[in-house]
């Protein structure tokens, strides 16, 4: 099955400063990466997705990257704000609506 | 709100005792999913519908959790004989199949604590 890697595990940056998270994943069959954010007492919540045939993707602060070779995807975030402190997971699928195999998550924590 | 669902949202009971989740997707949502999380980790695969044909169980599902989706509406999750080991966070999440299409948008979770 996939095993999906994430580091780091903690991440503290200054607001305003850059953070990156990265992920490999071990199954050439999977086409699909997603990263969630998860807040204190809520369930994970999609914030940027990327398929496959696509190697970057970015919408305003956040990017993903993807390398299908080197099986490994990052995600970054610039300009980092207070209110992105949270665990964000990656994960990998076959597809968006195939059972998605998670990370282990980075807390990210934004200092003022 | 049109969210995803769960209740109860927190549920503490005695070892051996039963458990039963509830999960009601998003409207007209034709797929669910159940995972669950334990401290620190990400969330695992337990089981998914399509409808209400339940397509796939993972080998986390033992045979003492089962899962429902009567109608192809809301689902359940039951937990018979509780063990200590169960104590997770339950989480749903449910999407729209059209053309192998669909991201899964999570609901809040039942946080099960079993004493």
């Known amino acids: 099955g996939e095993n999906v890697e994430q580091h780091p595990s903690t991440l503290s940056v200054q607001e305003g400063d850059s953070a990156v998270i990265k992920c490999t994943y071990s199954d050439s069959a999977s086409n699909y990466f997603p990263w969630y954010k998860q807040e204190l007492g809520k369930g994970p919540q999609l914030i940027i997705d990327i398929r496959s045939n696509v190697g970057e993707k970015k919408d305003q602060r956040i990017a993903v990257t993807l390398n299908k070779t080197a099986k490994h995807f990052s995600l970054h975030i610039t300009e980092t704000q207070p209110e992105d402190s949270a665990v964000y997971f990656c994960?990998?699928?076959?597809?968006?609506?195939?059972?998605?195999?998670f990370g282990t998550g980075t807390r990210l924590t934004i200092i003022p | 709100d049109t969210g995803v669902s769960q209740n109860p949202r927190h549920k503490i009971t005695k070892r051996g005792q039963n458990v039963t989740f509830r999960c009601d997707p998003i409207s007209e949502h034709n797929r669910l999913y159940w995972y669950r999380q334990t401290l620190g980790q990400g969330p695992e695969f337990l089981t998914y519908f399509q409808n209400e044909a339940q397509l796939e169980k993972s080998r986390l599902l033992s045979d003492r959790f089962s899962a429902e989706r009567p109608k192809g509406s809301f689902s359940t999750l039951e937990i018979q004989r509780t063990e200590q080991g169960d104590s997770a966070m339950y989480l749903c999440?449910?999407?729209?199949?059209?053309?192998?299409?669909?991201?899964?948008?999570f609901g809040p979770g039942t946080r099960l604590t079993v004493l």
């Open positions: 994960a990998a699928s076959r597809g968006p609506d195939e059972k998605l195999t």
């Open positions: 999440a449910s999407s729209l199949v059209l053309a192998g299409d669909g991201e899964q948008f």
